[in-house]
C-alpha cells in the first residue's frame, strides 16, 4: 500500500475485477452506481488502499474498489460518512472486532488518523486511558491505580469513591455511605503509601497537612495506628487521629479515646498533637522524669503512656535516681507552684511548697520543714522531734520540729518530756541532752509524700 507521508498497513497492489476496463486517461476518481471509484493510471481499478481526493483527505478503496464510509481500516483508522480519514478528533463510534460489535464507546484519532490504544493519552491538558482496542475506559483501572469520571478524563486530587472491586472496608466512624476519599497525582495515579515491616498505615502530607492512607490508597479517619506490628494496648505511641475531613490534628484535641487502648477513665479525653499530628505521651507511671515535661505555651504538662496529661500529686525523677513531688492542676493539667494545700493518694489534704519549677520542696522555706515538698511535723504525742533530711552519702541534716511542723529556733534549748534539744541559729540540732549531734547523726526519716 502506498500514501506518500502517511503510514499505512495494507497491501500495495494493482487489482482488476477479473474484466478489463478502457483506461482513463489519466485515472483518479470516478461515481459508478453511486460508488466513488479509483483508477490508476493503467486504468484498473485500485483495491485495498489509500488514496487523496481533491481536497487533499485521504479517503480508503476496500476490497471491492469502492470508497469505504463509516468503516474502520485495519482496526486502526475509521472513514466517516463521507470517506474521509478521520483525525485529530473524538469519535463515538460502535467497533467490530473479529465480528464482534461492541456498544458504542469513545475513540481519539491521533493526527495521523490511528486510533489511540492500550495506553494513556493528555488530551487537552487531561489524561485519557484506552484500552486494547482503543476505546476510552471510565471507572478504576490501570490495576485500580486510576480512575476515570463519565467523561473519560482522569481524576485529579481529592474524589470519593467506592472502592475497587473486591477492596475491604475500614469502618468510618463519620461516614458509612460505602465510599472512600482517594488522592490521584497530576500524572492521574492515586497515592499509595509505602510501607514496610508489617505496617498497614501511612502518611501523606498534602497542602501542608497531613493525611493517612491505607494499602489500597484510601483515606483513613478516627484513630489508625501507624506504627509497625502490633500496637501496644497500655500506650499511644505511634496513633494518630484524623477528623472528619481526614486531616491529621494538631494541638489540643478532644476525643473518644482509641478503644485498642486500655487504662482511660473518661469517655472523652484530652489530647495534644504536634504540628506533625504525633501525640504527646509519656512513659510508664512512677517513671517519669523532668526531661518528659512538656511545655506548651507559657505552661508545663506531663502527659501518660494514654496520651492524656496527669493531675494531681506526681513522682517525678529529677537527676538519675533522685526524685520529687510535682502537682500538676487538676482542671488546667499544668505544673504548680509556691505553697498549697494538696490531696494526697492517701485521701489526706496536706500542706506542700514547690519550687519556682515546680519541685516539691525540701528544707526550711518560712520557717516550716518540707522534704520534697511534703510538711515534716513531729509525730503525735511529742511536742518535737528531730528529722534527719540526708544531705550527702552518709550525712544528715537534723532539724528540731513541733507538731505543726515550725522549725524551732533555740541556742538555749528547749525540753520535751525532760530532754533538752539545742539548736544553731540555723535550725540544725547541735546537740541533746549532753549528746553533741553532728551530721553523721541520724533520727528519724523524714516523712515521703503519699502519691497518687
Not at 497491501?11 to 489519466?26: D, V
Not at 471510565?138 to 472502592?163: E, F
Not at 510535682?326 to 509556691?338: K, L
Not at 485521701?347 to 511534703?374: A, D, E, H, P, R
Request: charged share 25%.
Amino acid at each position: 500500500m502506498r500514501k506518500s507521508g502517511f503510514i499505512i498497513l495494507g497491501l500495495t497492489a494493482f487489482l482488476t475485477l477479473g474484466t478489463s476496463r478502457t483506461a482513463l486517461a489519466a485515472g483518479g476518481w470516478s461515481m459508478e452506481n453511486g460508488k466513488w471509484m479509483y483508477y490508476d493510471n493503467s486504468g484498473y481499478i485500485v483495491t485495498d488502499e489509500w488514496q487523496r481526493g481533491a481536497d487533499n483527505l485521504w479517503r480508503y478503496l476496500n476490497g471491492h474498489g469502492e470508497m469505504a464510509v463509516n468503516s474502520w481500516v485495519d482496526d486502526t483508522y475509521y472513514v466517516d460518512a463521507n470517506g474521509i480519514m478521520v483525525s485529530g478528533k473524538w469519535m463515538k463510534l460502535n467497533y467490530s472486532f473479529n465480528g464482534d460489535t461492541s456498544e458504542e464507546h469513545w475513540y481519539y484519532f491521533l493526527d495521523n488518523g490511528k486510533v489511540v490504544k492500550d495506553t494513556w493519552k493528555k488530551i487537552d491538558n487531561k489524561w485519557y486511558h484506552f484500552d486494547l482496542e482503543g476505546a476510552m475506559e471510565t471507572g478504576w483501572m490501570d490495576n485500580d491505580m486510576s480512575y476515570s469520571g463519565d467523561d473519560g478524563a482522569a481524576y485529579i486530587g481529592w474524589h470519593k469513591l467506592y472502592p475497587p472491586e473486591g477492596q475491604e472496608r475500614r469502618d468510618d466512624p463519620y461516614d458509612d455511605d460505602g465510599k472512600y476519599w482517594y488522592y490521584f497525582t497530576s500524572t492521574g495515579k492515586k497515592f499509595v503509601p509505602e510501607l514496610s515491616n508489617g505496617a498497614d498505615y501511612g502518611e501523606k502530607r498534602i497542602d501542608g497537612t497531613y493525611y493517612c492512607f491505607d494499602r489500597s490508597g484510601a483515606m483513613q479517619t478516627g484513630w489508625v495506628y501507624v506504627g509497625e506490628g502490633e500496637a501496644d494496648d497500655s500506650s499511644i505511641k505511634d496513633y494518630r487521629f484524623y477528623n472528619s475531613s481526614g486531616k491529621g490534628v494538631t494541638g489540643w484535641y478532644s476525643a473518644e479515646p482509641p478503644v485498642t487502648v486500655r487504662g482511660y477513665e473518661n469517655e472523652v479525653e484530652w489530647f495534644y498533637f504536634s504540628k506533625s499530628g504525633v501525640p504527646k505521651y509519656g512513659p510508664e507511671e512512677g517513671t517519669a522524669s523532668t526531661k518528659d515535661f512538656v511545655r506548651i505555651g507559657d505552661k508545663t504538662y506531663l502527659f501518660n503512656q494514654r496520651g492524656t496529661p496527669v493531675t494531681g500529686l506526681q513522682k517525678v525523677y529529677v537527676n538519675g535516681s533522685d526524685y520529687s513531688a510535682y502537682y500538676f492542676d487538676p482542671i488546667s493539667c499544668t505544673v504548680q507552684t509556691g505553697k498549697m494545700t494538696v490531696d494526697e493518694g492517701d485521701g489526706n489534704k496536706t500542706q506542700y511548697y514547690f519550687s519556682t519549677g515546680g519541685k516539691g520542696y525540701t528544707g526550711v522555706q518560712s520557717g516550716i520543714l518540707y522534704y520534697k515538698g511534703k510538711i515534716q511535723k513531729a509525730e503525735s504525742g511529742s511536742k518535737y522531734e528531730v528529722i534527719s533530711i540526708p544531705a550527702s552519702s552518709g550525712k544528715y541534716t537534723n532539724y528540731l520540729i513541733n507538731n505543726s511542723g515550725k522549725m524551732i529556733k533555740s541556742t538555749s534549748g528547749v525540753k520535751d518530756n525532760g530532754v533538752k534539744y539545742i539548736t544553731n541559729s540555723s535550725g540544725v540540732v547541735t546537740k541533746i541532752g549532753e549528746e553533741v549531734i553532728d551530721s553523721s547523726s541520724m533520727f528519724r526519716e523524714p516523712e515521703e509524700p503519699a502519691w497518687d
